[in-house]
């Protein structure tokens, strides 16, 4: 509860922000200071100092997952603040206002991985999406983005109807809005919570661009402004992620087997969809897109397996696919080419940035000692002790290994390609955070438990 009441007070401050201060500067570090704040009050609440009382009747639970996701959250934002905040002035003439919807943005991402009431959880979704329907659609001069604003409002917006409806029957089933309240006659699901429980899961599958409901995703990151498709894709995806997982797990644990074989046939469609498509794409950006769809099947592992440790893989994999891609976004946003041929010599250009960025597609593709590697073992071992569909894990390492290909793409082209890649003009502070960023990434594929023994300790 800390963090959720100051980061709405953070995005007014901020919104008030654009018009008190006209150095963006004043406004940059206000915001990063006011991330630090979140992340301090957050972690002390885990460990029992709560600052704000207030009574939800029930309808949100501040638990050590949930407080622990939203450290590491933002952890995360204040490492992409840090690294690109200073890109957002390039979008548009609204800095304060962008710096605003991002902070609103986070009070729907503790919303949703607080929620035990599915109205909560609608608000939230909905708090998280209208701002970044903005954000999509922030550069009005540029044709794709508009496109891309319109395209995720209307998807979006019909994916919110299957979630109402969804919550609907529920409540028609049930006669509660509670998650921990889903009751069943005679230990049997009935037909309007079956069928709400499918509006429920079609609806987060969008939500998180899984497959086959993942066709916005590509032109929507394409589109968007590149330093807001960094935010999108790690942050935002992660958060909807912990909610899907909490709300299978809270109200529809007791029928799991009705549910597992779907999110097994999704997971795998999700795998296949985003890994495959990925080895065809021409443009780095569109390849990233098509790969957070790839990286959202193997999250989707944590819902099919539904156990410990697919909570302690989920937290780590969203740690370590956030840090990994926001790294990356942050040295694409400093290039003008996005093209496989952009990268082409960048290794002697810029040897550093090179070596960084390999570090984030190694752990990207799940190589040994990085971050994605333990996290995808995580997600694998919780699949396989379910005693189920042990293809779904023969066919995601198989994916795994296709992702392989597309990541080293990038690689080849910076190491081992000739060209003159445009000069990057990038600070020596920005270099050294993209440093600490990969050293974080290989920590914690050694040492995993230096963020997992926050969830018990």
């Not at 029992?48 to 939800?56: D, M």
């Not at 661009?209 to 590509?218: I, L, Q, V, Y």
């Not at 797990?249 to 097994?264: E, L, M, S």
């Amino acid at each position: 509860m800390n963090a959720l009441i100051l980061s709405a007070v953070i995005g007014v401050i901020m919104m008030f922000g654009g018009v008190l201060l006209k150095q963006k500067s004043a406004v940059r570090n206000i915001a990063t200071a006011g991330l630090l704040v979140l992340l301090i009050v957050n972690i002390l609440e885990m460990y029992g100092t709560s600052f704000f009382r207030i009574n939800t009747e029930g309808m949100m639970h501040f638990d050590r997952f949930s407080l622990l996701f939203n450290s590491t959250a933002f952890f995360s934002a204040f490492l992409y603040f840090v690294l690109s905040a200073r890109d957002m002035e390039k979008v548009g003439n609204y800095y304060a206002e962008y710096l605003a919807l991002i902070f609103f943005i986070l009070c729907g991402i503790i919303l949703v991985s607080a929620s035990r009431s599915l109205l909560i959880l609608f608000l939230g979704i909905e708090i998280i999406s209208i701002p970044l329907y903005i954000l999509t659609g922030s550069d009005k001069r540029n044709l794709k983005s508009n496109e891309a604003s319109l395209k995720y409002f209307l998807l979006g917006s019909f994916s919110t109807g299957l979630m109402l409806m969804g919550i609907a029957l529920i409540y028609g089933a049930t006669g509660s809005f509670g998650t921990e309240q889903v009751f069943m006659k005679d230990g049997k699901p009935g037909v309007l919570l079956i069928a709400g429980m499918i509006l429920l899961l079609f609806s987060m599958a969008f939500k998180v661009s899984a497959a086959p409901f993942h066709f916005w995703t590509p032109d929507v990151y394409d589109g968007a402004p590149t330093v807001f498709t960094s935010f999108m894709a790690t942050i935002v995806k992660a958060a909807v992620f912990i909610a899907f997982i909490r709300l299978f797990n809270d109200a529809f644990g007791a029928i799991q087997p009705q549910w597992q074989i779907w999110v097994a046939l999704i997971t795998a469609a999700t795998l296949f969809i985003g890994n495959i498509t990925a080895v065809f794409q021409q443009s780095v950006k569109r390849m990233l897109a098509y790969s957070s769809i790839a990286q959202a099947g193997f999250m989707l592992l944590s819902l099919f397996a539904m156990n410990a440790d697919a909570k302690e893989g989920l937290l780590l994999y969203a740690t370590a696919y956030s840090l990994a891609t926001i790294g990356i976004f942050a040295v694409l946003i400093k290039m003008s080419d996005y093209t496989f041929e952009g990268f082409n010599g960048l290794a002697k250009q810029q040897p550093l940035i090179a070596a960084t960025t390999t570090i984030f597609l190694l752990s990207l593709a799940g190589i040994p000692l990085t971050a994605g590697f333990i996290s995808k073992f995580y997600m694998l071992k919780a699949a396989v002790l379910t005693g189920r569909h042990f293809w779904l894990v023969i066919f995601a390492v198989l994916m795994a290994a296709v992702s392989v290909y597309y990541y080293f793409r990038v690689i080849q082209a910076m190491y081992f390609k000739e060209g003159q890649p445009k000069e990057i003009l990038v600070s020596s502070s920005f270099k050294w955070t993209l440093v600490a960023l990969a050293g974080l990434i290989i920590l914690l594929g050694i040492f995993p438990s230096l963020l997992l023994n926050w969830y018990y300790f």
